[in-house]
T-cell receptor, first 111, second 116 residues
Framework: AQSVTQLDSQVPVFEEAPVELRCNYS??????LFWYVQYPNQGLQLLLK??????LVKGINGFEAEFNKSQTSFHLRKPSVHISDTAEYFC?????????FGTGTSLTVIP | GAVVSQHPSWVICKSGTSVKIECRSL??????MFWYRQFPKQSLMLMAT?????????EQGVEKDKFLINHASLTLSTLTVTSAHPEDSSFYIC????????????FGNGTRLTVT
């Protein structure tokens, strides 16, 4: 079975600083990778996805992620964060019709 | 883009009563929908997979008689929490894959259930 690991449960960062949220998964066989953002009392919103092709994918709100097959990683990055980026971020992997989620990273942007 | 609509967004009910949560796919057909439960500051816990026209598939440890799922049409799945108790208080989120075999999930906005 697939497992998704988000090592950092909480990431505080100052406004306009860069940030990286880490995600590792266990099996690279036919996986599709996603990052979601969740604001308080809301559902999850898709930030970006990797299906195939270029390993660097760009998403909404200035976020990007890089697929690294050898390291089975899919880290999320943003070069300059805003206060509005404060939220919970989830990495997800799809294998077949199964979706696996990481435990989430709480990003707090400090003014 | 694909929209999943979940209703109600929040509900308060008394212990022992039942609550129904609706999940609709507004501009696409969903043969499969997923129901998740989320505790504060935690990740999503898959409760069950709802399949149109057939029985739902429940995850281990989820009481199927307590959490009734009905997926009667390609655009509607419902989750009914029967005889709710305070420990059922939680955030429930539905989702559906949109598109083909590599598509992401699209999520409803969730339902905050509080049982008093």
């Amino acid at each position: 079975a697939q497992s998704v690991t988000q090592l950092d449960s909480q990431v505080p960062v100052f406004e306009e600083a860069p940030v990286e949220l880490r995600c590792n998964y266990s099996s690279s066989v036919s996986v599709y990778l996603f990052w979601y953002v969740q604001y308080p009392n809301q559902g999850l919103q898709l930030l970006l996805k990797y299906l195939s092709g270029s390993t660097l994918v760009k998403g909404i709100n200035g976020f990007e992620a890089e697929f690294n097959k050898s390291q089975t990683s899919f880290h999320l990055r943003k070069p300059s964060v805003h206060i509005s980026d404060t939220a919970e971020y989830f990495c997800a992997v799809r294998t077949g019709n199964q979706f696996y989620f990481g435990t989430g990273t709480s990003l707090t942007v400090i003014p | 883009g694909a929209v999943v609509s979940q209703h109600p967004s929040w509900v308060i009910c008394k212990s022992g009563t039942s609550v129904k949560i609706e999940c609709r796919s507004l501009d696409f057909q969903a043969t499969t929908m997923f129901w998740y439960r989320q505790f504060p500051k935690q990740s999503l816990m898959l409760m069950a997979t709802s399949n149109e026209g057939s029985k739902a598939t429940y995850e281990q440890g989820v009481e199927k008689d307590k959490f009734l799922i009905n997926h009667a049409s390609l655009t509607l799945s419902t989750l009914t929490v029967t005889s709710a108790h305070p420990e059922d208080s939680s955030f429930y989120i539905c989702s559906a894959p949109v598109g083909g075999w590599n598509s992401p999930l699209h999520f409803g906005n969730g339902t905050r259930l509080t049982v008093t």
